[in-house]
């Protein structure tokens, strides 16, 4: 009995027990039922959570563009090759040998490498690494025709300079946010402009079964991505490439240190193009660790002589400069410090006209006027003037500026000259832009204006600004009127800097490095050469300064020589790319061409040597039995005019032959022609003098006038100014 109670009570209270837990839960459920939250969640949401999908939209980053609108850099798409491993998948590779034998002929990457990471067990799918990223949309493609299965691609964008090592300290780099993802550029505008440039990804999302596919009646809510503003630049990208061939050449040629070019429009303040060397490839980032600075803005240094230029606007300001003046060459005497000297190509002792010492590049001409003629404090009120205390603003990160110094009177004297103080390359472009734009001082700048991607719509454009006078107009035309026989006159030291149709106004440089021991270098590389240049004279259109620091001069060269061979082509090429029009080219007639064709060789030639066209004869008879240009063309003086004879055909001698010139060889002998590049001939497949037939291939390679080396000796006179 006492059993049996025991039981009942303990029935009684699992009763009870399991009565309350279904009253709790009850209450639980209708809680839930009614509010929709569990364990503070809302079940809803976390129901939609676990069926939402959700897919990102990519943005493209702002591009960059010259002030032509070509592309400098741009977002691309590019894929990432991936193969399906598992067998659970119903596309998965299912042929690993063969699979792997054609994508070697697309990535770079051993077949037998390729088969080892197809035929890994227990991987869903495998990559192949390097060789397998930033495939091109044309390779992606023809791995596609090839319906491998398995074989699948994603999609990103990544970032593309199509020019390659392109002002690229100027244009900087990119690399993604390791936290945020975000695309950040480093260094030059890719950097300045991040803001304006930075992309915003979108994002899809949608309900979804277990499958991933989209349920019905379901419905997309789509964020758009907001892509970057494009920036476009003032850079030329045509004067950018002349510029960095010259830049490459000369590197490889005397392999300095460092080379600095800078060309600029002074009458806006545009920066046309801005090279350097060291320099690196903003993709592959080769070159990047020789350094990390844009010289032309965070590297100062004592200019030399082209800072004579400026001392020489202060003395035709005040009306103390007499060029028919004289003084006595030699030194220039300082109490209690050791006495400034004219370089060696100036013999001691020597009465010289001022003008010839600024033609020459006397140091002590240029003391004489600084401190005898303007005066000490009022040429320091110059180099304020000019902008020397100051950075010029310019529109690009980390602009430093030089220091003057200018307490004791030794200082002050080496200051005229370029020694002792310090400034930066874009410091003296926009000086020298007072010069060259009748005594207005134009701030220098890269960015043109900003746009939106989309639509075009110009939302910011960057305007002219004049940041000082100096001089006066009247002053600037006469400055450059002395500058232009510094490279004119007979022992002007800017000779190897006399440009085909142009007059230049300049002045060289060769200023002295301070060691780590505090005391200048030694030796015949240890210099900075430089010319700061300007042309026309009379009109300025472009400004160019280049330095370059220690060359390897070996015995054959001087300090002009590396200068002079970027700053020729690149000014020569620049003018007529902009088609200025020359100053100095003698004028060509023009005649009507005639028929010539049944007439003897040696008569035909004859007179057309006497009206000046240069004649070239194909064929070994001496009756022209057909011409090229045709009768009744008109042709300038000295052009070529194509004779066929009876007889053999025998190639002639095209090196340095226009394409337009080579197209009368190829029509009056019936050859097939095949050209490669642009510019001049440099080769030729068939050899001169070998007989040539109607019907065969005439082949030929074509070279741009500045990638020419030129084989004209410079002047060898070395001298230090």
Known sequence: MLKQKNMKRGAAGLFFFFGLLFFVLLIRFIYIQATGVAGGEVLASKLDKKYEREQVLEAKRGNILDTNGEVIAEDTSSFTLIA?????????????KETAKQLAKFIEMDESDIYERLTKKGLFQVEFGKAGRDLTHETKQKIEELEMPGITFQKKNRRFYPNGVFASHLIGYVEQDE????????????????????????????????????LPDSQEKVTAPQNGKNVTLTIDKKVQTVLEDALTKVE??????????????????????????????PVTKEGLTNTWRNLAIEESFEPGSTMKVFTLAAAVEEGVFNPNATYVSGNYNVPGSKSPRDHSGIPAGQTMTFLEGVQRSSNVAFSTLAMDKIGADTF?????KFGFDNKTGIDLPNEIIGKIQYKYKIEKVT????????????????????????????????????????????????????????????????VRDYLETVVTAKKGTGKPYALEGYDVAGKTGTAEIAGTDGRYMVGRNNYVFSFLGMAPADDPQLVMYVAVKQPDLGTSYVGADPVSEIFKPVMQNSLQYLNIEPTNIKKQTATELEDFTNQSLQTATKKLKQLGYEVVTIGDGSKVIDQAPKAGSTLLSGEKIIFRTEGKMKAPNMQGWSLRDVMKVANISGVQLNTAGTGYVTKQNMKAGKTMKEGDYLIVELTKPNEIVENKEPDKEEVHD
């Open 179 to 214: 936290k945020t993802g975000d695309t950040v550029g480093k260094f030059g505008i890719e950097r300045y402009m991040n803001d304006d440039l930075l992309e915003k990804n979108g994002k899809i999302t949608f309900d979804s079964d277990s499958w991933g596919m989209l």
């Open 415 to 478: 200051t005229a000259f370029g020694q002792g103080s310090t400034i930066t390359p874009i410091q003296q472009i926009q000086a020298a832009s007072a010069i060259a734009n009748n005594g207005k001082m134009m701030r220098p700048y890269v960015i043109k204006s900003i746009s939106d991607q989309d639509n075009g719509k110009v939302l910011k454009t960057t305007k002219s600004k004049v940041v000082g006078q100096p001089i006066s107009a009247k002053s600037a035309k006469e």
């Open 84 to 96: 399906i491993l598992s067998e659970k998948e119903k596309e998965h590779v299912k042929n690993p």
């Open 380 to 384: 320091r009120e110059y180099l304020t």
């Open 252 to 281: 490889e040629k005397y392999k300095p240190s460092q080379i600095i070019a800078i060309v600029s429009n002074p009458k806006t303040g545009e920066i046309v193009a801005m090279g350097q060397r060291p320099s690196f490839h």
